[in-house]
């Protein structure tokens, strides 16, 4: 290697990054462009037809929604869903709702919630929008989700199954076989009403009986044979408590969601494909009235027109696990240093690796959205990293695998024990960031890669007799080196040549194949650089239900001791730079402290793993 990869590609800001279409902008498009929402109402806040009724025309064009369940940290395909709402909310006049879905009583924590609200703010993103925050949580909405349920009750569309698990099951059909109807199918609304009431006052054991829309036990789509919508379930709710004994199941509460909070585009992955029946559905018996078996008129509950629900493929990566209970598995089994370690696909472990959000919003619209499964090569998510960090981030030099360079003849020609200036672009494209300062002197750190006592072909840097130029500095000519007893080498020796300092007149004159990075023992600063790789060695590590746990990378971490420029020592956490030749490498933000500076390397130059 001998010279430094400066080459900088267009990229960086998202902004700056043409918007491809695909086929949810189509379909938003489309939307604007017929007024499909544009008559819609918003009264401020979420809730029911008549609360919307209040309300003035609503000013956000479109409403989309990120809803995670806050029983994990988010990682970079949440990323990916996090910027496909966000993003598309900002780029057509509308909002995107920040949602967590916590219906279910026994998985969520709270300590999830403030990592994932910081996590979308990181990214870039905010819930703030026509002076409201749009901040919500799906358990506020257990009144409305029971009203909901007893409506379709009394519209003769669900009734509580007291049937057992198995017949339940076994009643259902399968997919060559039309289901059979429940005994209980045929119960008049008031005794639905009334046994769905004692399920809600507790006075029927934890799974004796579901409430189940009533549709059809022959359709093709067995998620249209009467699903359950509402299990009882003793177990305490972080935000209410012991309020509730039944619990409402995901496919009812979360079209729900989205129509109380009028969300017009309801964006999510292709696994929920076979649901979206349901969710048409609910939503249309919801938002229409129905005649009572005695005579009288329910009102519609949701209002007009009802959410619709769009998937897309969620992203899979090579080489990268995003299952959370897989996650959790690193972490608990001491595979690695938590969840927010650099080697992590989590947001935090990202971060901490050195991703910024330009990097992480430009992979999101180069992989783009798209409506079939398909992976996403791992390099594509370094090539974004590169892409932001290379013109913004500051040049530096390091000496990852150090030793001693002995120039023989500077006291004789520098004076002995001097020290000579060197400057260096901060960045090669951008002068106005300005030019870093460092010491060159008799007694340097190269790499030890940089000296071959007997050249392969091809090889322009040290070894004796040639001569090389020192990055921003003199050409030297090597003269030999010294080993130990056991033949390792211990120190490599050169002659300056005068008159051949970098930016001197006449420097070039003496003629080389070869620049080599280096840094002063002078005024070097000792650095823990921990070199991060994959995780996994495998491209698919849990493909098929292989042992993920079989394929971890034993290589994916070395701590080595560095030396780096001064220049680095007023870095902050959280800085990034190039080192050259190395690659591009973070401040950690964690342990780095004034005294040991701690730097993680993000991404190589290159790809070293295609081949
Ligand atoms: P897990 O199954 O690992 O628990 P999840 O998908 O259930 O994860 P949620 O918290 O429910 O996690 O996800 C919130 C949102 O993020 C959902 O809308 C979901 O579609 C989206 N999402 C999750 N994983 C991915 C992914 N790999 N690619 C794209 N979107 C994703
Ligand atoms: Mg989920």
């Known amino acids: 290697m001998s010279t430094v990869n400066d080459k900088v590609k267009s990229g960086g800001a998202p902004e700056d990054t043409p918007k491809v279409s695909n086929f949810l902008r189509q379909i938003i498009e489309s939307d604007l462009a017929l007024g499909t929402y544009a008559q819609r109402n918003w009264a401020g806040s979420p809730g029911d037809a008549a609360h919307q009724a209040k309300g003035t025309f609503d000013p956000a064009k479109i409403r ?146 579901v409430l189940r829309a009533k549709i059809d036990m022959a359709s093709p789509n067995i998620n249209m044979r009467d699903p359950a919508i509402y299990r009882i379930r003793r177990a305490t709710h972080h935000n209410t408590g012991d309020t509730w004994c039944i619990y409402p199941m995901y496919t009812f509460a979360h079209p729900i969601e989205d129509a109380l909070e009028q969300i017009t585009h309801s964006i999510c992955t292709l696994e929920f494909e076979d649901q979206r029946p349901f969710y048409d559905w609910l939503m249309a018996r919801l938002s229409e009235s129905h005649a009572m078996p005695d005579g009288l008129q329910l009102a519609a509950l949701l209002a007009h027109p009802s959410p619709k629900q769009y998937e897309f493929a969620r992203l899979n990566l090579t080489y990268v696990i995003t299952s959370k209970r897989k996650l959790a598995q690193l972490v608990t089994e001491g595979k690695v240093k938590g969840w927010d370690d650099p080697r992590m696909p989590t947001i935090v472990g990202l971060r901490r690796r050195g991703y910024t959000p330009e990097s992480l919003q430009l992979f999101a619209e180069r992989i783009g959205v798209t409506k079939s499964d398909s992976w996403i090569d791992y390099s594509t998510l370094e090539g974004c990293l590169r892409d932001d960090l290379d013109p913004k981030s500051a040049r530096a030099m390091a000496v990852l695998d150090p030793i001693q360079l002995t120039i023989t003849n500077w006291d004789e020609l520098m004076g002995a024990g001097s020290l000579d200036d060197c400057h260096a672009p901060v960045h090669p494209h951008h002068p106005e960031m300005g030019q870093r300062h460092f010491k060159i002197g008799k007694s340097l750190w190269i790499e030890r890669t940089d000296y071959e006592e007997t050249p392969p072909k091809g090889f322009f840097r040290l070894y004796p007799g040639n001569k090389v130029r020192l990055k921003y500095g003199h050409v030297i000519e090597c003269t030999g080196a010294k080993k130990d007893a056991h033949g390792n080498l211990t120190e490599v020796l050169a002659q300056l040549i005068p008159d051949t300092k970098s930016g001197t007149p006449g420097s070039d004159s003496v003629k080389v194949k070869g620049v080599i990075t280096w840094v002063s023992q002078a005024d070097a600063l000792l650095a823990e650089v921990r070199l991060y790789d994959r995780l996994f060695t495998e491209a698919h590590p849990d493909a098929g239900g292989k042992d993920f746990l079989s394929s971890l990378n034993p290589d994916s971490l070395k701590l080595i001791q560095a030396y780096v420029e001064p220049s680095l020592a007023s870095s902050q956490p959280d800085a990034k730079f190039q080192f050259e030749r190395h690659g591009y490498f973070v401040a950690d933000r964690i342990d780095y402290t004034g005294n040991k500076p701690v730097f993680n390397r993000c991404t190589g130059l290159k790809d070293t793993w295609s081949k």
């Not at 970079?76 to 966000?86: P, R, T, Y």
Request: charged share 25%.
């Open 64 to 209: 989309t929604r990120f809803p995670p369940e806050p029983n994990g940290y988010l990682h970079v395909g949440h990323a990916k869903s996090i910027c496909l709402n966000f993003g598309l909310a900002r780029d057509y006049g509308g909002v995107c709702h920040m949602r967590f879905d916590d219906t279910n009583p026994e998985k969520e924590d709270t300590e999830y919630v403030n990592s994932i609200l910081d996590a979308v703010k990181w990214l870039g993103f905010n819930w703030e929008a026509h002076g409201t925050s749009h901040l919500y949580q799906a358990s506020d909405y257990f009144d409305f989700m029971y009203r909901a349920a007893e409506f379709l009750i009394q519209a003769g569309l669900a009734y509580v199954d007291e049937q057992s698990a198995d017949d339940m099951r076994s009643n259902r059909g399968d997919f060559n076989t039309p289901g059979k109807d429940s005994p209980f199918r045929s119960r008049t609304s008031a005794e639905n009403l009334n046994r769905f009431r004692e399920m809600r006052d507790g006075k029927l054991a934890d799974g004796a009986a």
